[in-house]
């Protein structure tokens, strides 16, 4: 059973930085594709930031230019670095596996983005 574990959020001023880490349980997870997914209170799930095995990322619209993905293999653990964090970016954060990868969710981070 895969487990994923995230942690690094909290509560951050606009245009504040905040990096979230999170740790995929069993090694076959180092061959997969990986997201970060967010879900604001009242709206759906939504996938906000890929990366594959080999490195190639995408963002959605909403991100790009402000979050980069990253991930440590070795370490089974992927990166989401934030930056000029928007009130609109106040959401629990989730990361999981992509398409066919998409095991149990973990219990996410929060994110609240407030002064």
């Known amino acids: 059973q895969v487990q994923f574990v995230e942690s690094g959020g909290g509560l951050v001023q606009p245009g504040g930085s905040l990096r979230l880490s999170c740790v995929a349980s069993?090694?076959?997870?180092?061959?997969?594709?990986m997201g970060w997914y967010r879900q604001a209170p009242g709206k759906q799930r939504d996938m906000i930031a890929g990366?594959?095995?080999?490195?190639?990322?995408n963002y959605a619209d909403p991100v790009k230019g402000r979050f980069t993905i990253s991930r440590d293999i070795a370490k089974n653990t992927v990166y989401l670095q934030m930056v000029s964090l928007k009130p609109e970016d106040t959401a629990v954060y989730y990361c999981?596996?992509?398409?066919?990868?998409?095991?149990?969710w973990g219990q996410g981070t929060q994110v609240t983005v407030s002064a």
């Open positions: 999981n596996g992509l398409g066919t990868w998409v095991r149990s």
């Open positions: 990366i594959t095995r080999g490195g190639i990322t």
């Open positions: 069993g090694s076959t997870f180092r061959f997969a594709d």
